[in-house]
């Protein structure tokens, strides 16, 4: 007796892990729905691949059939969505616990890490897919090799990226953990580094003895948290460089790092295997994603740093190739980031000529008045950069007006910024 596939709604489903998800359990044959504030790139893949997605959120959306209703932390507990579920009896599950149960049944290659999960993360699923180890794999950002941030596999392997907000990645359970490095971030929730390395430490304990932590053994705020650990610890600062597509020390450590997890997980695999891979990687949407030009002939880019150490790593790697004046437009992510952070992000700017600041996108978050773009735009000057606090509007029409032939223009950070970029190109 057949038995009819379970139907998950996911509300969210646009978000960039959501989405990644949403194709994962759709591939194992369950009728997957979903909805999302507004269209974006993610929506039109999931259309694209069958997946309905109902645009804005309404009770209504909610199948009355549905098995289980996925949200994601985004999503308030007085949303008309999760009300509607729990009117109709539909058990909820946030998206870490779905992609929780989902790592326990497969062998997890989990990459965490402040910076650089991303890239190392579709970096070491293209290797092991390249290497003919089938792989899954769910990818924060749309990885350009595979046309999606989702990888379908046919083996047991499950690369996944995993975030340290809230401890969410504690939801995981990996065999192999790469850790990319540590910084303090998410200030809304963390307290401080010590605050951050203790979640770290808790992800590293789970790894079993047979299981390998792939990391930056000698970064002052990774060794003190690898003793006494029953996996295997592999620095992965002992991997040569690689030839990369992708500029610069930033991706050689994100190589160094996704070749190292390849061994470990296929001692086999051969040293040719893995250079291809990465110098044929073409790397993942906002992360240093070439745009195209201006109508003045200016060479536009895009990318997700949001961390002043990620922005002035992108920043020195853009330097390096532009010939002209590099002008950047920066949508500076959450009050309580820009503002604890605001020392380094003042000194995060050193190779930007012109820097164009927008208004805070506020996320989850309520303006208590404490900082504004004005406040980051004064330190940048303060610390000899040429900084303007301007809307939206204002730096499409800069970026319109003044930049030409041979300058280089980069939009950043986690907000919609890249929205910029692309009304800029011709």
């Not at 089938?134 to 595979?146: H, Q």
């Not at 002052?220 to 690689?242: C, N, Q, R």
């Not at 020390?249 to 996704?258: G, I, L, S, T, V």
Request: with cysteine.
């Amino acid at each position: 007796m057949s038995t009819s596939p379970r139907k998950v709604f996911m509300s969210g489903i646009g978000g960039i892990g959501m989405s990644a998800l949403a194709q994962m359990i759709a591939e194992r044959g369950e009728v997957v729905t979903g909805s999302d504030r507004e269209e974006s790139p993610t929506t039109e893949l999931l259309e694209q691949k069958g997946i309905r997605v109902a645009i804005g959120q309404k009770a209504e959306n909610v199948p009355t059939d549905a098995s289980v209703f996925v949200y994601t932390t985004a999503v308030p507990h007085d949303n008309v969505e999760r009300v509607r579920a729990r009117e109709l009896g539909i058990p909820e599950v946030t998206y870490f616990e779905m992609l929780g149960s989902a790592s326990e049944e497969k062998r997890t290659i989990a990459v965490a890490g402040t910076h650089g999960k991303t890239t190392t993360t579709g970096m070491l699923a293209k290797i092991l897919r390249d290497a003919g180890a089938s792989p899954s794999a769910v990818v924060g950002s749309i990885v350009e090799d595979f046309g999606s941030n989702y990888l379908k596999g046919e083996s047991d392997l499950f690369v996944v990226e995993a975030c340290e907000y809230e401890r969410h990645f504690l939801t995981l359970a990996p065999e192999v953990l790469v850790v990319t490095n540590i910084e303090f971030d998410h200030t809304d929730y963390y307290q401080d580094l010590a605050d951050v390395q203790d979640a770290f430490r808790a992800l590293m304990k789970k790894v079993p003895a047979h299981g390998f932590i792939i990391t930056d053994a000698e970064r002052p705020s990774i060794s003190p948290l690898l003793e006494g650990l029953s996996a295997t610890v592999i620095d992965y600062m002992k991997e040569p460089a690689y030839p990369l597509r992708l500029p610069g020390e930033f991706n050689q450590m994100n190589a160094r790092a996704a070749s190292a997890a390849a061994k470990a997980v296929m001692p086999s695999i051969s040293q040719g295997t893995i250079i291809t891979a990465l110098g044929d990687f073409h790397g993942t949407w906002r992360r240093f994603e070439y745009k195209g030009k201006t109508a003045r002939g200016a060479d536009v880019y895009d990318d997700y740093a949001h961390h002043p150490t990620a922005v002035k790593e992108t920043l020195r790697a853009l330097r390096e190739r532009a010939t002209g004046k590099v002008y950047v437009a920066f949508h500076p992510h959450l009050f309580s980031r820009t503002r604890d952070l605001l020392d380094g992000f003042a000194r995060a700017f050193g190779n930007a000529d012109e820097i164009l600041i927008a208004p805070i996108y506020p996320a989850r978050e309520i303006d208590d008045g404490s900082i504004s773009n004005e406040i980051l735009a004064e330190r940048i000057r303060a610390e000899g950069g040429k900084a303007r606090a301007l809307s939206f509007d204002e730096i499409e029409q800069v970026l319109r007006q003044e930049p030409g032939e041979g300058d280089t223009i980069m939009t950043m950070g986690a907000g919609d910024i890249y929205k910029v970029a692309n009304a800029l190109v011709v």
